[in-house]
């Protein structure tokens, strides 16, 4: 009788939170599931030895859906609490596609997207505490809220992620504010360098027009210690400092316009030369870009849309293109995408023609020899609930 009573007990508690939960708040629970097929039109479709002896596509080197053939996405579950006061996000990934997201994330965490809680302090301040995806560039993580299926470059070499603490302000007539501290960009779980990157953000947002203007300031790898040569492999890169736009226009009821432009430079840094940690000489390295996004909706259930992007890394750059192969160590790239949605219910198909033109020979042709351009096809189909 007593297993009885105590189990009645525990269903009434439990019976209870949904009435709680109606009171105070409400929970949710959302996400994705994506998969594609991509196909090379003048290079292989396989994967490749590279100088590293890596295997590696013949891709575009940007992140997702670079695998040849058919391939995985990533299944994207959200469960949030929206309350007046505190809520929560917690978001997970599982494939292809979330394991690149989270690249700098290991154990446990291998599959945390965002993970954090909030508190509206007031109708004009919210603080947040946790790991949340970047408030950099115009293009995320998650394909349903995408145009393109494949991303861009300065998506790709820009943060993905931030833990940290940040406070979102609003301001009057559509204008808004935030700042923050957080981790190295993309160490999600932990700060093992102790030291940390500050972040800031302008926007405007009201009839149809948005402009968000983004800073990011900071250490992403520590400082060297003369008294731990090994550390950090004895090398050290300076700060860095990204300045982003991107900003929206609802232009008429069908056609939407959007643009990204963006610029990243990192210091030279320092280096333990016997036993002495010396300065690096050296000009910033780095990169800049600008996109434009434009979207025309022919009715509710189909739209096209193409994204235009020029992309260029100076002094060595951050490993997009081949900048190796110039002398000054630089090298640039073209990104011409056209893309369509086609919605059926909740399912989304995305076919998709991209060119990529890179200043340097970059890619593989069917006769072994180097090529500038690339010209791909992807079709992709995201189910979003």
């Known amino acids: 009788m007593k297993k009885i009573n105590l189990l009645a007990f525990a269903l009434a508690i439990l019976s209870s939170f949904p009435l709680l939960a109606q009171d105070e708040g409400a929970f949710s629970f959302s996400g994705s599931v994506d998969t594609y097929f991509r196909y090379n039109f003048n290079s292989r479709n396989r994967f490749f030895a590279n100088d590293d002896n890596v295997l590696a596509p013949d891709a575009p080197a940007t992140s997702f859906a670079n695998a040849p053939g058919f391939g995985l996405g990533m299944v994207n579950l959200i469960a949030a609490y929206e309350g007046e006061k505190v809520g929560f996000v917690a978001d997970l990934v599982y494939g292809p596609r979330g394991a690149d997201a989270v690249f700098n994330s290991g ?5 945390v997207n965002q993970l954090y809680v909030y508190y509206n302090v007031s109708d004009a301040v919210t603080l947040t505490l946790g790991n949340f995806n970047t408030f950099l560039g115009y293009e995320v993580i998650s394909p349903t809220g995408n145009f393109n299926y494949s991303t861009s470059y300065m998506f790709s070499y820009g943060p993905f992620s931030h833990t940290g603490l940040k406070a979102d302000f609003v301001l009057s007539d559509g204008f808004s504010a935030m700042l923050s501290v957080m981790n190295p960009t993309d160490l999600t779980e932990l700060n093992p360098f102790g030291t940390y990157t500050l972040g800031a953000q302008l926007g405007y947002d009201n009839d149809g027009t948005s402009a968000y203007l983004n800073f990011l300031y900071g250490d992403q790898d520590g400082s060297l210690n003369e008294d731990f040569p090994t550390n950090f492999g004895g090398v050290s890169a300076g700060a860095t400092f990204q300045a982003d736009l991107t900003a929206g226009f609802d232009l008429s009821d069908e056609f939407y316009l959007g643009v990204n432009t963006t ?3 990192t210091g030279a840094g320092e280096i333990i030369s016997g036993g002495d940690i010396q300065d690096l000489d050296g000009d910033n390295s780095g990169f800049y870009g600008a996109a434009i996004y434009a979207q025309y909706a022919t009715s509710e259930t189909l739209s096209f849309g193409v994204r235009g ?7 060595g750059g951050v490993g997009a293109l ?11 790239v073209i990104d011409l995408t056209l893309s369509s949605n086609i919605a059926v219910g909740n399912l989304t198909f995305i076919p998709e023609i991209r060119l990529d033109a890179v200043s340097e020979d970059t890619y593989i042709n069917r006769d072994f020899e180097a090529q500038p351009s690339l010209i791909s096809f992807l079709f992709a189909a995201v189910y979003s609930f």
Request: aromatic share 12%.
């Open 309 to 315: 992007e020029y992309f260029s890394e100076f002094n």
């Open 322 to 332: 081949p900048t190796n192969l110039d002398p000054n160590g630089d090298a640039s």
């Open 263 to 265: 610029i990243n430079t």
């Open 107 to 111: 154990g446990s965490a291998s599959i």
